[in-house]
Each structure stands twice: as C-alpha cells, then as structure tokens.
C-alpha cells in the first residue's frame, strides 16, 4: 500500500486535480494534505475533502506557517503508515495505474523506484523527461525521476533523515543522493505516468533564487564527487559523466568551472551531445 503526501501553498485552483489523480487507486491506504501556511481559501478546501473521504488527513504547522515543501513533506512522513510514499505537489497529478505498476516493481531491500515524467508547460508544449538507468549518471545529470515521479521506501527515508528543510534547492536529488549512498537497490520504471505542470512562478525558475539555485547544484555535485572518490568508484566513467554534466552546467549559467573538471572529458563530452543531436535531426527527416 502506499502513502500519498500532498504539500500545499495557495494551491486552491489545482488542489482537486491532484486529489482526483490518487484518491480512487485502489494501493492508496492515506491521503496527508499538508498545509503549508495558504491564504487562498486551500485550507477550507483541504478540510471539505478530508470531511468527505475518510482515508483523507489534513495537517498543518504549528500556528500555520509557512515553513516550505520540504517542511510539509517531512510532517506528512512522519504520520504515514504505509511502506511505500508517493509525494504529490499540489499543481501536478498522476496517470492511471503509475502507482499500481510501481509498487509490482518493488522488492526487499529497494529503496526507491525511478520513475519518468511529461513537463506540461503553459503553452502547451510537453516536455518527456527520462531518467538514466545508471544511477550515478543520473544523479550527477539530474537524471534519476523526480519527488513525484518516483516512489520511496518509508523506512529508507527515515532512516537518512527525510528532506534537508535548509536547502532551498536541490532538495530532492540531496536526498536520492544520502539515499543511494545507504541504499542503493533501485529499480526503475521506464513508463511515463506522471505529469509536472510547470509554472512561470516556481522556485526553480525564479530569477531572484538563480545564484542560490546555482551554488546549491554545484555543492551537491562536489559531494557527489567526494564520496565517489572515497568509495574509489570514481573510476573513467563517473569522471567523465561528472566533468561533463558539471562543465555543461558552468557554460549555460556562465560560471567559473570548478578546479576538479576535467576539460578534456568536457571537450568529448560536449562532442557527444552534439553528435547526437546531429543524428537525431536526421532521423526525424
């Protein structure tokens, strides 16, 4: 059975389409709203569905503030009871049967399953976001699911400690990082059965948090890095994937490379892309 935990912040407009996506599949056990300090009427609308199906809890900080996502995820983790989570922002929803073939996949000892996702942007463009079955790939590319695409272990999650309400950004891939580093069974679900509104307002695109945002993706990836190398798994490979994602990030946001790239893997690696996208130009004609 599964968990659902919902964060809310002046979600009123979208907090149904969510709902509506979980509340009638058959794995879910309870549904967590969990309020994050709305002004927008959401709290009424969180208790009226709450009072209507029983397997729906509503939560809220103390005195209702508005402590972030990451706060309401991790409150809504420590009232769960199923074995398995499935975190739902509010503005995003889940295709029918996402979480019932999920849950086929898990086994003893996973820790999570790496799921795909559709990017629906305002102007209707979809964006198909595969994850990379290698798991350090993708965690160094940004590449490994996403909080709503994937499904967690409950206990796996506890036990490293839940979302890190400090970070600002890059909230979930630190925590697959601390996950997979105790962890590391996954599996991965290769269907795309997850759907992520995106909004002209989010954190992830709010230019006043660009330089935050920046300087968290890099630290993570130095972390990455640095247990890598004392695991002695930073072999050609993980050098390679490293130097490029890390130096590709550094030209797009105009930041000074990091003294541990290596520009000659960068050099190859920006070659590949390019090539790549030489062939796939060709094979749409």
Same mark, same amino acid.
């Given at each position: 059975?599964?968990?659902?935990?919902?964060?809310?912040?002046?979600?009123?407009?979208?907090?149904?389409?969510?709902?509506?996506?979980?509340?009638?599949?058959?794995?879910?056990?309870?549904? @967590?709203?969990?309020?994050?300090?709305?002004?927008?009427?959401?709290?009424?609308?969180?208790?009226? @569905?709450?009072?209507?199906?029983?397997?729906?809890?509503?939560?809220?900080?103390?005195?209702?503030?508005?402590?972030? &996502?990451?706060?309401?995820?991790?409150?809504?983790?420590?009232? &769960?009871?199923?074995?398995?989570?499935?975190?739902?922002?509010?503005?995003?929803?889940?295709?029918?049967?996402?979480?019932?073939?999920?849950?086929?996949?898990?086994?003893?000892?996973?820790?999570?399953?790496?799921?795909?996702?559709?990017?629906? /942007?305002?102007?209707? =463009?979809?964006?198909?976001?595969?994850?990379?079955?290698?798991?350090?790939?993708?965690?160094?590319?940004?590449?490994?699911?996403?909080?709503?695409?994937?499904?967690?272990? =409950?206990?796996?999650?506890?036990?490293?400690?839940?979302?890190?309400?400090?970070?600002?950004?890059?909230?979930?891939?630190?925590?697959?990082?601390?996950?997979?580093?105790?962890?590391?069974?996954?599996?991965?679900?290769?269907?795309?059965?997850?759907?992520?509104?995106?909004?002209?307002?989010?954190?992830?695109?709010?230019?006043?948090?660009?330089?935050?945002?920046?300087?968290?993706?890099?630290?993570?990836?130095? =972390?990455?890095?640095?247990?890598?190398?004392?695991?002695?798994?930073?072999?050609?490979?993980?050098?390679?994937?490293?130097?490029? &994602?890390?130096?590709?990030?550094?030209?797009?946001?105009?930041?000074?490379?990091? &003294?541990?790239?290596?520009?000659?893997?960068?050099?190859? /690696?920006?070659?590949?892309?390019?090539?790549?996208?030489?062939?796939?130009?060709?094979?749409?004609?």
């Amino acid at each position: 059975m599964v968990s659902v935990i919902i964060p809310v912040f002046n979600n009123k407009s979208t907090l149904e389409r969510a709902l509506s996506s979980v509340i009638n599949e058959t794995e879910v056990l309870e549904v @967590f709203i969990v309020d994050d300090g709305s002004t927008d009427g959401s709290i009424i609308l969180a208790e009226q @569905f709450a009072t209507k199906y029983e397997n729906i809890k509503f939560l809220h900080h103390p005195y209702n503030e508005n402590r972030g &996502a990451t706060a309401s995820r991790n409150l809504g983790l420590s009232k &769960a009871s199923s074995e398995w989570i499935q975190f739902l922002d509010a503005d995003d929803e889940l295709l029918p049967d996402k979480l019932a073939g999920q849950l086929k996949l898990t086994l003893s000892g996973i820790s999570m399953v790496v799921g795909n996702s559709i990017h629906v /942007y305002p102007n209707g =463009r979809m964006h198909y976001r595969k994850s990379d079955n290698n798991i350090w790939k993708g965690l160094i590319r940004s590449k490994l699911g996403d909080t709503c695409a994937n499904l967690w272990h =409950r206990q796996s999650l506890i036990k490293v400690g839940g979302w890190d309400e400090k970070l600002s950004s890059s909230q979930e891939y630190d925590m697959m990082f601390r996950l997979v580093s105790d962890f590391p069974n996954v599996v991965f679900d290769n269907r795309y059965l997850t759907l992520i509104h995106k909004t002209e307002n989010s954190i992830s695109t709010n230019p006043n948090k660009k330089e935050q945002r920046m300087q968290n993706w890099i630290a993570l990836r130095q =972390r990455i890095r640095i247990y890598l190398v004392w695991k002695r798994e930073f072999g050609i490979k993980n050098q390679y994937n490293w130097s490029g &994602a890390v130096g590709l990030f550094c030209d797009i946001n105009v930041v000074e490379y990091p &003294a541990e790239i290596s520009m000659l893997f960068y050099r190859i /690696y920006k070659l590949e892309l390019e090539i790549k996208k030489i062939l796939h130009q060709i094979t749409k004609r």
